[in-house]
Structures are given as structure tokens and as C-alpha cells.
């Protein structure tokens, strides 16, 4: 089964600063991967996902993030936050094998700090 | 308009009660789920029907009943509700066999007390 691992559970960084919140997976399988984001009070938004082709992808709110094969990894990048960047952030996994079901990762707190 | 919406937003009920969350989404999906989101905010999913037909049943109490009169409605009903069903309850939509990940609701906060 695939299972996701995000190494922070909590990211604080002041405005304009870069962020980077570290996803790693593990499957057997080709994975499909996913980062949503979650504001205060508010349901899951999808960020970004990498289902195959080049290995940055972009999302929205100028958020990027890089699969990594040979590492296993997922991580999500922002070159400078804003305050209304603070929020819970979830890597996710999902694969054939699973019939495409979405598994999450414990989820990384960011706090945007002036 | 609204993708996946869930009603209500909010619920407060006392310990023992009976209650439903109902989900409907409207993107032509045919596969919904239900998740939990706990304190903590790990989210782990309780169950998943494709065209009415449940295809993912998690370890959940009985006491948590599923049911989906079409597939673009889905509502979750619980019974003898519990302190620790405390949670913000997601439903999420998707299409079968695609890869796309899911579409979200904007979520139920449930408090028991």
C-alpha cells in the first residue's frame, strides 16, 4: 500500500521569505501525487499534482513542487510567502494498485510571520 | 456554483443522539468518499461508494451508516453519537479510474457534548 510522509509538521517563516515543505512516499507502484492546501476553517483545495511528463510542476498561488524518483520525493516550493499563505498543507498519494484511493500525509502547519 | 457542497456547516449535539450530514456534488463524478479530519488534523477516510455501490469501508464504528440514493449524493448518518466523533467530517467527489485526486466539500464541524 502507498503511504506519505511529510518530514515537518510545523513551518514558521516570515513574508517574502522561501519556503519548502518536504513530501516523501512510499509505493510499489507508479504513484500520482498531490499537494493541497487547507485555510483556516476551510475545505481542501488542490495546490498542484504530478500525474507524469516533466518533474516540476506548477500550481497555483505561484507554488512549484519536484517529484523525485530516485529519492521518493515530493517536495512543494514558494521562492517568497505572503501572510495569506498560512495555512495546513498535505502532501497526498494515490496509485492504480489502490484504485486511485487518496491517502494523506499528516499534514505541515505554516505560519507566515511579518 | 458550488462543486461538492455539505450541509450543514456546523453541528453541536449532545451525547447519544442520532445525526446526518448530507453531501451532493455536481461534476458529474460518480465515486464520493467521506473523510475525518481529527484534532490533529490527520485525515483518514471512512468509506467511498461508486454509482451507490460501496467500494471502500474503512474501520469504522457501525454506528456510522453511509448511504447514496445516486451518485451525486452521499450522506453520512450516525448513530449514539460519541465525545470522540468530534471531527470535521470531508466529502469529496472524483471520477473513477481517473487520476485527477478529488474534489473536496468545505467540510462539517461536528461537536459532541
Known amino acids: 500500500a502507498q503511504s506519505v510522509t511529510q518530514l515537518d509538521s510545523q513551518v514558521p517563516v516570515f513574508e517574502e521569505a522561501p519556503v519548502e515543505l518536504r513530501c516523501n512516499y512510499s509505493s510499489s507502484v507508479s504513484v500520482y501525487l498531490f499537494w493541497y492546501v487547507q485555510y483556516p476553517n476551510q475545505g481542501l483545495q488542490l495546490l498542484l499534482k504530478?500525474?507524469?511528463?516533466?518533474?516540476l510542476v506548477k500550481g497555483i498561488n505561484g507554488f512549484e513542487a519536484e517529484f523525485n524518483k530516485s529519492q521518493t520525493s515530493f517536495h512543494l516550493r514558494k521562492p517568497s510567502v505572503h501572510i495569506s499563505d498560512t495555512a495546513e498543507y498535505f502532501c497526498a498519494v494515490s496509485d492504480l494498485r489502490s484504485d486511485y484511493k487518496l491517502s494523506f500525509g499528516a499534514g505541515t502547519t505554516v505560519t507566515v510571520r511579518a | 456554483d458550488t462543486a461538492v457542497s455539505q450541509t450543514p456547516k456546523y453541528l453541536v449535539t449532545q451525547m447519544g443522539n442520532d445525526k446526518s450530514i448530507k453531501c451532493e456534488q455536481n461534476l458529474g463524478h460518480d465515486t464520493m468518499y467521506w473523510y475525518k479530519q481529527d484534532s490533529k488534523k490527520f485525515l483518514k477516510i471512512m468509506f467511498s461508494?461508486?454509482?451507490?455501490?460501496?467500494?471502500i469501508n474503512e474501520t469504522v464504528p457501525n454506528r456510522f451508516s453511509p448511504k447514496s440514493p445516486d451518485k451525486a449524493h452521499l450522506n453520512l448518518h450516525i448513530n449514539s453519537l460519541e465525545l470522540g466523533d468530534s471531527a470535521v467530517y470531508f466529502c469529496?467527489?472524483?471520477?473513477?479510474?481517473?487520476?485527477?485526486?478529488?474534489?473536496f466539500g468545505s467540510g462539517t464541524r461536528l461537536t459532541v457534548v
Open positions: 469529496a467527489s472524483s471520477q473513477r479510474g481517473s487520476n485527477y485526486g478529488y474534489t
Open positions: 461508494y461508486n454509482n451507490k455501490e460501496l467500494i
Open positions: 504530478y500525474l507524469s511528463g516533466s518533474t
